[in-house]
């Protein structure tokens, strides 16, 4: 076959370091914005960027050149130095260690999507960490409390 054909969607979850609630207002939509466009750039195409204060949420269609750990690594790395580049409200802005990277079928993207439009009201009844514990859960992802989130 002379032609590579793949579909490869990520729905990613991963917090402020502490989970400091500081993705707020007009930052939010920038920081999504900039977020989006490492993807684009570098790794796929950003179907959808979400969260709330503390979290962040992204569906992303990866190309296969790329691993998930490469793009989380960038897209982490990169977003959290153009904060504290641009934005001196911060006294230092920084991402958890790890995420949660879970599969996503073509089909079931478009729940995900509204999943991730959602976030303000679902978080309404539901934490960070519970939320990150039942996706776990429902991905059949084992975890150490312990080291559940840093």
Known sequence: MSHTYSTLWV???????GRAPVIKGEFRQRLYSYMA??????????RK????????????????STSAADMLRVVKTNSSRWVNLNFRDFTKFAWQTGYGLF???????????KYIEDQEEH????TFEQE?????????????KKYLLD
């Open 103 to 113: 599969s996503v079928s073509v089909s079931v993207a478009p729940r995900v999507v």
């Open 49 to 64: 960027i979400g969260g709330t204060a503390d979290h962040v949420h992204l569906l992303a269609d990866m190309k296969t």
């Open 37 to 46: 466009a490492i993807i684009n750039d570098q790794f796929g195409f950003a």
């Open 132 to 144: 990150f514990v039942r996706l776990l859960e429902k991905h059949g992802i084992r975890y150490d």
């Open 11 to 17: 729905h990613v979850v991963f917090s402020t370091k």
């Open 123 to 126: 978080h309404r009844h539901e």
